[in-house]
């Protein structure tokens, strides 16, 4: 239960239990003009300020003043490039990009690939379907590869020889060099945006393939293929 005790000045303050303390917000810039401005409003007229306080006092307010006035103006500035952001974001729209990612999207048909970039040679590359659960689906030998870009694609089979399910599944790369040490692999997935989304508070490419990135993930843009039979 609060109790309520007087303070410096006569301002009320409130006791309060470890349970109610749990529960206050913490001290704001609104909390803090309004304490500044009843510290002044309430001073003892019996014990006036020096002028050295009273000047301290008033560089305080003005400090907070000038600090909201900056995050307000930073606010707007910040708006304003969100939204210059956005509307490039959307030009992305029937491009063919490559984004930084892990997942396959499998459609249920339709053959998928995905990238990867070898940073030195592997002796040995073995690529592994997961799905949502963390189950291995399919196993892929890619064998010995040179450094550089490599193209995996999956037919959409398990290791039994059966059609999975449709769905996202992640790409995970075990990459390893003649004498056994880990080589470094930076996957890739490519595809042409088919929308652009903004209601994680940043720009988010959807592909054609099914798979999502942020736009932070973007690699390459490049012209669609131009349709087959077109002049």
Partial sequence: ?????????????????????AAQKPLDKDAFLKLLVAQIQYQDPLQPLQGTEYVSQLSQFSMVEQAIAQSSRLDDVNAQLRGLGNNEATALVGKRVTVRGKVMAFDGLTATTSSVSLTAPAQSVTARIVDASGKTVRTIELGARAAGAATITWDGRTDAGQTAPAGNYQLKIDAKAADGKAVEATQDVSGIVKKVSFDKGYAELLLDSGATAPISDLVAV??????????
């Fill in 222 to 231: 490049e012209q669609a293929d131009a349709p087959s039979g077109a002049k």
């Fill in 1 to 21: 239960m609060a109790s309520s005790l007087t303070g410096v000045d006569g301002i009320s303050t409130q006791s309060t239990t470890p349970a109610s303390t």
